[in-house]
C-alpha cells in the first residue's frame, strides 16, 4: 500500500537558491548523510539531470533505487518518480519552492509516496516516509543555508 505524507520547512534562502542545491545531484555525497552512492544516468540538452541511481542506507540495509526528474514545472517545482528499486517499491514525490513568509526564504514542501517492497503494517510505512522527508528538509536547510 502506498503511504502519502507532506512535509515543509523554512529555509533562510531565496528560492532559485534552494532550488540550485536540490538539482545538483553531483554534490549530495556531501550533505546528504544516509547517501552511500549516487550516479547521473541520464542528462538533458540542458544538462539537468533526468535519470538518478542512488543507494542509500535504510532500514538497517543499503536500499538501492533509480528516480526520474521532470523539470516541466521549474524551478517552483520539481517532481520525480521511481523507475526501479529493491526494498521501495514506490518512491514518487515533488519538492515545491516558494516565497517564505519574509524576505530572503524559501518555504519548501515535500510530498513523497512511499511503498515498500515488503509487506509491513501501515504506521511502519507512514514512519518510513515521515523519516525520509524530516531528514531531507532537514539536511537541505542545513546546507542552503551554509552555502547562502
Do not use: C
Request: avoid cysteine; proline fraction near 3%.
Amino acid at each position: 500500500m502506498v503511504q502519502r505524507a507532506t512535509q515543509s520547512i523554512v529555509v533562510a534562502a531565496a528560492p532559485f537558491a534552494v532550488y540550485s542545491v536540490v538539482v545538483d545531484f553531483d554534490r549530495y555525497r556531501e550533505w546528504v548523510a544516509d547517501l552511500k552512492s549516487i550516479e547521473v544516468l541520464e542528462r538533458d540538452a540542458d544538462g539537468r539531470a533526468l535519470e538518478v541511481a542512488f543507494r542509500a542506507a535504510a532500514f538497517g540495509r543499503s536500499a538501492k533505487y533509480e528516480l526520474r526528474y521532470d523539470y516541466s514545472l521549474a524551478p517552483a517545482t520539481l517532481r520525480w518518480r521511481q523507475t526501479r528499486g529493491d526494498v521501495v517499491d514506490t518512491m514518487n514525490g515533488a519538492y515545491h519552492f516558494r516565497t517564505g513568509p519574509s524576505p530572503h526564504t524559501t518555504e519548501v514542501t515535500y510530498d513523497l509516496e512511499v511503498a515498500l517492497a515488503v509487506a509491513v503494517p501501515q504506521f511502519i510505512q507512514a514512519r518510513a516516509a515521515s523519516r525520509i522527508q524530516r531528514h531531507a528538509l532537514v539536511e537541505l536547510k542545513n546546507r542552503v543555508e551554509v552555502l547562502a
